[in-house]
């Protein structure tokens, strides 16, 4: 028979081998060994061959098999052309059964992960359905195509009063879950749509609104289809084609719809944020200005268009940079006259059309209570700012103050602008080519004077008041149509939020720096409504919910808006310097943040135009999506909005009071600062928007909120094309991968037992209403046939699992029918529960009826026992007498015994005396028996006295006897013990010899043993290094790993050219693949567990076992993230073995050569059916040093499992010994017999 101690012997013993030189390839001869290493890899029960998800990056992720499991990940091989790759483990990720399986809520599938997530969109997508869950999230991929019938007013009738699940998944839905939520909790709602330019936020948001309307704003009449009419006026003048987005909305906007106390639309409100400006002037090649432009060219009536002498596209200078394409429907009549558009070409968009918008748009200002002459206001100023653009000027060489004047050739446009906006032409030319200054001497203001301006100086002015007109319009305009959707009493509203996310290209500039913060405080707000609260509500209401991991930016944040260090403030301080210069911002900002792991210099950008950037033109941002590089060259000038002196008077002295009015009014959202010296009047473009999304968020705050991610699923904008990559990459930055983790693991939705309760309360039958809220809400449950593991019950709250909402909003919804069918089944499981007490009462009666027969039983026994003391009384003295007597016979006895004892002389005189007395004794026991008198047991009595003295005169008479046969004895054992000892002595001096023979190879054996234990300390200590430094690089790849994905998709979507990546030192985990001397970095599983089995050469075997149990740790490590039930314990042991590792003073004791055996009793999961008590197992373990060689699992209903290492490794105890909780467990070592007992027993074969 192998015991472990022969194995342990079989693998450990050629230490004194000669030692072979390092074997660095993978051993080749040993083909028997690989051909059942193949067999072994092939098995049902291993997981090689499993299919995954491998990270690609074309598709996102791609199947692949597992074929090996390499250094720091797996070898695989792909499915769709068995092509090898190798992945690292967090490129890796565990697939559905079936690949082609989708859900409606992603929280549905088993795996909850990127990669699953990816392709549950693939996988709808492919069909044509654009929206699934995230629990309570909603994912939007752009079709990029209209859907017949999606958006109708049949299915907005079909959503309504629908909870989230019920149907299919649907931006409707979130609507109506919106409104439900509004009016149950009596509290403001708000929806925030995010994503890409181009992902379809707008749309969505039409969407919202279209629902609230056609639902709930029948009643309010002419405000319901104003609110809708909102769109195409707000579209006109904040959207323009970019090359992302043929209708991008160039401004954020938050849409407010309120609602009366009956729940009917009242009104509305629309705040916006950060018009892009600088679009007006100049737009980047193929992108256009704002629609109204073109609308303006191509829709206007012809005696408009001589009045406000129009002209081509091209004929302008704010229009011609960029594309002077028109859009028209592909179904579109008629199209703009032809010599309107002869030079022009005309792209094709379902969503824009320029000539026809434009009637789409005079119809909404007249919906929106803005009079013809107002509207004819409109058109004159912006095209007045196109006249105003086509202005230029030239060195005016007669100005011995080297100023400037406007060119013969564009007097023409200076004419026509003035006209347009009501300036006298003169005015204007001075204006325009020089400002006001006001002398101070001693600080007290002197007169105003004139400074000429230089011809670019003059240009930049031109251009600042193009900006501030269009943007003063669009805040004019945004208030006429608040104005026109007046609310008088809000019970509460529903706010959608539609800014543009996260976004970088190969140049940002300052609006993108805004955007981004933007979109960073809206990540935190992210966090910290998704997951941070949700964490610190489970960890309130004591649920057992593991903690999840999420990126935190408060660091970023800090970045941007902390007191005087902060990005933005440093930037206004820039502004009041009399020599503001970007470089010097740049500067300051890098000086002022060294260390900030944010903050970084161009030249750490992974994009080749960035590295060649100084270091005070750029900054590099590490956000939380991913690092984009800013170019900082014109920020200090965009910070600053502000006209200089001499244009502000101007406007201020136009005819038209409309125009000064919009220079006046304060229809800016953010208050006017107080700042005092003549640089800052008003806050800065960064500051307003600061505070601006200080309101928002406090908005937000004081609302519940749903998501709406929308994603962009390619850069070409065609429809229902699924570009894997860059949807992974929408779905990360949204933060949908960390919330996934969280609702695997959470319960998203939940209720009060008390709300719960009073929602019910007035439609409760006595019986029902009598009992607590918390015994209520149980009752409910029961009723609608939850199971526990769909909720747990919190200390004030019940909380529901993902995937189980259609339950919970059923018992939430307020609907008489709902509540009355729901009542009545709690009050049915009632009446069933009671039903069971009843019949519980029933057999506890009976049960009382036995024990009343049991006491009966036990009352006659105690009846039969007194009775028998009464009597036993009553024979006392002749009873006494009796049993003396039978005593003085088993004394006699004892005679008998010393007898036989004395030597044979003594025994022939003593025999007959002896005889005769125990005859005696044998009769007098028999005469009591028969007397009963009383004088009869006295002389009894008297006989057993005369015959006990005898007796005891006989035994100290034999007992002396005996003393003298004895000594007798004694004499002759005395000399027999004599010439033992003499023997004996010679024997020890032979035992000691022997014994410091064996003390000399003991001391030997412990030197061996420390020298091990110090290398195992060593080692140790190496691996524990190592996994402090594999976290380290783990943060840094991660930071990196997003960084590559943003440039890569700069390098897909707008061809920019990546640096090159400099050479990578090796990473702390290619280090922990070399075992001293040898590599086994290229060595496959199979290879390693080859040498382990095989080898001769102790060191490399020690090497590989190293190796091989580093690759098995990380791979079950994996295995247990990628695991469909994550809140179990592994099944390889129990989770006693994997928790409290040893301290290094126990480490020290683990031997390499011993065998040690291990018993751990567990829970193994399931309930006995019967008792409804958790069962347990048993799991044995035998190591062989370090690690484990044997196991046996014992679990209820379940064959026994028994495994062996170099067969059952990937199902067996991975850890070595010192790494599992075995050997700080009390009682859980077990002998060797113990456990090959059980080996035996459980059918293990002796040669395993
Ligand atoms: N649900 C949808 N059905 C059909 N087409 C859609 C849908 N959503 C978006 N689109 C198409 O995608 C285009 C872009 O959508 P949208 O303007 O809503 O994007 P956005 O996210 O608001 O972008 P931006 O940030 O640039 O404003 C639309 O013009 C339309 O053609
Ligand atoms: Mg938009």
């Not at 938050?254 to 944020?273: C, D, K, L």
């Not at 030079?343 to 007249?366: E, G, H, I, N, P």
């Not at 036990?858 to 009796?882: D, E, H, P, S």
Request: net charge positive; charged share 25%; with cysteine.
């Amino acid at each position: 028979m192998h015991t472990g101690k022969a194995v342990s012997q079989r693998r450990t013993k050629p230490r004194d081998l000669a030692m072979n030189l390092p074997n660095l390839e993978p051993p080749k001869n040993s083909q028997k060994h690989r051909k059942k290493m193949e067999i072994n890899t092939d098995s049902k029960n291993s997981d090689f061959g499993q299919i995954v998800w491998i990270s690609d990056p074309a598709d996102g992720f791609v199947a692949a098999r597992v074929t090996d499991i390499s250094q720091d990940g797996f070898t695989l091989a792909t499915l769709a052309n068995n092509e090898t790759v190798q992945r690292r483990y967090d490129e890796t990720f565990a697939t559905e059964e079936d690949l082609a399986k989708s859900a409606e809520d992603n929280c549905a599938l088993m795996h909850l992960n990127e990669a699953t997530l990816l392709n549950n969109c693939r996988v709808r997508y492919a069909n044509g359905k654009i929206y699934s869950y995230v629990a309570n999230i909603l994912i939007s991929i752009n079709p990029y195509q209209p859907i017949d019938g999606f958006y109708s007013s049949e299915t907005i009738k079909s959503y309504r009063g629908k909870s989230l699940g019920q149907m299919e998944p649907h931006i409707f839905a979130i609507s109506d879950k919106a409104y439900r939520e509004m009016r149950r909790n009596k509290m403001s709602q708000s929806i925030i749509v995010s994503g890409e330019s181009g992902a379809g936020k707008t749309e969505s948001q039409k969407a919202v609104l279209r629902y609230l309307c056609e639902n709930w704003g029948a009643e309010a009449g002419p405000i319901q289809q104003r609110l809708l009419e909102t769109n195409p006026i707000l579209e006109a003048f904040g959207n323009a084609k970019t090359l992302r987005n043929n209708n991008s909305s160039r401004f954020g906007k938050f849409v407010q719809i309120h609602f009366a106390e009956n729940g009917t639309v009242a009104g509305g409100f629309i705040s916006h944020y950060l018009l892009e400006t600088s679009r007006v002037c100049r737009q980047a090649a193929n992108e256009r200005n704002y629609h109204i432009f073109y609308q303006l060219i191509a829709g206007m009536p012809a005696d408009l268009y001589q009045k406000l002498a129009l002209g081509l596209p091209e004929t302008f200078n704010y229009l011609k940079h960029g594309s002077t394409a028109f859009f028209v429907h592909p179904k579109s009549s008629p199209r703009p006259n032809a010599e309107r558009t002869s030079k022009s070409v005309f792209s094709t968009d379902t969503m824009v059309d320029d000539y026809q918008d434009f009637a789409r748009l005079q119809k909404a200002l007249t919906l929106s209570g803005i009079s013809n002459d107002e509207q004819m206001f409109i058109w004159g100023t912006i095209a007045g700012i196109l006249h105003l653009g086509n202005i230029e000027f030239e060195e005016n060489v007669g100005d011995s103050r080297g100023g400037c004047r406007v060119t013969p050739n564009t007097e023409r446009s200076l004419a026509h602008a003035a006209r347009l906006l009501g300036l006298e032409e003169e005015e204007m030319k001075l204006g325009l080519c020089a400002r006001i200054m006001q002398a101070t001497k001693g600080g007290v203001k002197g007169t105003l004077i004139r400074v000429p301006l230089k011809a670019h100086e003059a240009a930049a002015g031109r251009d600042a008041l193009a900006k501030t007109i269009y943007s003063k319009l669009f805040d004019w305009l945004v208030a006429a149509i608040n104005k026109s959707i007046p609310f008088e009493t809000s019970s509460g509203y529903i706010g959608v939020l539609d800014v543009a996310g996260f976004e970088f290209f190969a140049v940002n500039s300052f609006e993108q720096f805004c955007i981004n913060f933007c979109n960073e405080k809206l990540q935190n707000f992210f966090n910290e409504r998704i997951l941070k609260q949700e964490q610190e509500l489970y960890a309130e209401e004591g649920l057992h919910v593991p903690k999840i991991e999420f990126s935190d930016n408060h660091d970023c944040i800090q970045l941007f808006e902390a007191k005087a260090t902060g990005l933005f403030d440093l930037l206004d301080e820039e502004i009041k310097l009399p020599r503001a210069t970007f470089q010097h911002f740049t500067q300051r900002a890098h000086e002022a943040n060294q260390k900030h792991f944010r903050l970084d210099t161009p030249r750490k950008s992974k994009i080749k135009a960035h590295r060649e950037m100084r270091d005070d033109e750029g900054l590099l941002i590490r956000h939380y999506a991913g690092s984009v590089c800013y170019e900082t060259r014109y920020f200090v000038e965009k910070n600053n909005d502000q006209l200089h002196n001499s244009l502000e008077i101007l406007i201020e002295q136009s005819s038209f009071p409309l125009l000064v009015a919009l220079f006046n009014s304060n229809t800016d959202p953010a208050p006017i600062s107080s700042k005092t010296g003549g640089k800052l009047k008003s806050l800065t473009v960064g500051a307003k928007f600061k505070s601006q999304l200080a309101a928002l968020l406090e908005k937000l705050n004081d609302t519940g909120t749903h998501f709406v991610r929308c994603i962009k699923p390619n850069n070409q904008m065609k429809a229902w094309t699924f570009d894997g990559a860059a949807i992974l990459s929408q779905l990360q930055c949204a933060g949908i991968t960390s919330v996934l983790r969280l609702m695997q693991q959470g319960f998203p939705s939940r209720t009060s037992f008390a709300s719960l309760y009073s929602t019910y309360e007035s439609r409760l039958p006595p019986n029902l209403a009598r009992l607590d809220a918390r015994l209520f809400s149980k009752c409910l449950f029961h009723a609608l046939g939850l199971e526990q593991r769909d909720f747990q019950f919190g200390l004030t709250k019940v909380f529901f699992r993902a995937g189980k909402f259609v339950e919970f909003d059923m018992m939430m919804r307020q609907d008489a029918e709902t509540m009355t069918q729901l009542i009545a089944k709690a009050n049915g499981w009632l009446i069933k529960a009671r039903w069971r007490k009843a019949q519980y009462g029933a057999w506890s009666v009976i049960k009382l009826r036995n024990k009343i027969a049991y006491r009966f039983e036990a009352a006659k026994k105690i009846q039969a026992w007194t009775r028998g003391c009464l009597v036993r009384k009553r024979f006392a003295k002749r009873l006494t007498v009796y049993r003396k007597s039978l005593a003085l016979w088993e004394q006699a006895k004892e005679i008998n015994e010393i007898l036989n004892n004395l030597n044979d002389a003594s025994k022939a005189t003593w025999g007959s005396s002896v005889n005769s007395t125990t005859c005696d004794l044998e009769s007098l026991v028999q005469t009591i028996k028969k007397v009963s008198l009383p004088q009869e047991i006295a002389e009894v009595g008297k006989a057993y006295e005369k015959l006990a003295k005898q007796v005891d005169a006989m035994i100290s008479a034999l007992k002396q006897q005996a003393k003298n046969d004895e000594m007798a004895e004694v004499v002759r054992r005395r000399k027999e013990a004599e010439d033992k000892e003499r023997r004996e002595a010679e024997e020890r001096a032979a035992a000691e010899k022997e014994r410091e023979m064996r003390r000399k190879a003991e001391v030997e054996r412990e030197r061996a043993q420390k020298e091990y234990e110090a290398q195992l300390v060593a080692q140790l200590e190496k691996e524990a290094a190592e996994r402090a430094a594999e976290k380290k690089v783990a943060a840094k790849k991660e930071q990196d790993r997003l960084d590559a994905m943003v440039s890569s998709r700069l390098a897909t979507s707008d061809g920019v050219a990546l640096a090159p990546e400099p050479a990578q030192a090796q990473t702390s985990t290619a280090t922990s693949s070399s075992h001293g001397k040898y590599d086994l970095s290229n060595w496959k599983y199979a290879d390693l567990r080859d040498a382990i089995n095989t080898s001769q050469d102790l060191n490399l075997l020690v090497a590989c076992k190293e190796e091989f149990h580093r690759r098995l740790r990380i791979y079950n490590d994996w295995k247990s993230k990628n695991s469909a039930k994550r809140d179990e314990p592994p099944t390889r042991a129990p989770l006693a073995v994997y928790n409290q590792p040893s301290t290094s003073t126990e480490v020290a004791l683990v031997s390499p050569k011993a065998n040690r055996y291990f018993k751990v009793s567990f829970v193994s999961g399931g309930t006995d059916k019967r008792t409804g008590t958790a069962q347990s197992g048993m799991w044995y373990a035998h190591f062989a040093g370090r690690y484990c060689e044997r196991q046996i699992s014992l679990r209820p209903f379940l064959m026994p499992q028994l495994l062996v290492a170099g067969k059952d490794d990937l199902n067996m105890c991975e850890l070595p010994l010192e790494q599992t909780g075995l050997l700080r467990k009390k009682g859980a070592e077990i002998s060797e017999q113990e456990f090959e007992s059980q080996w035996l027993h459980y059918g293990g074969k002796t040669n395993f």
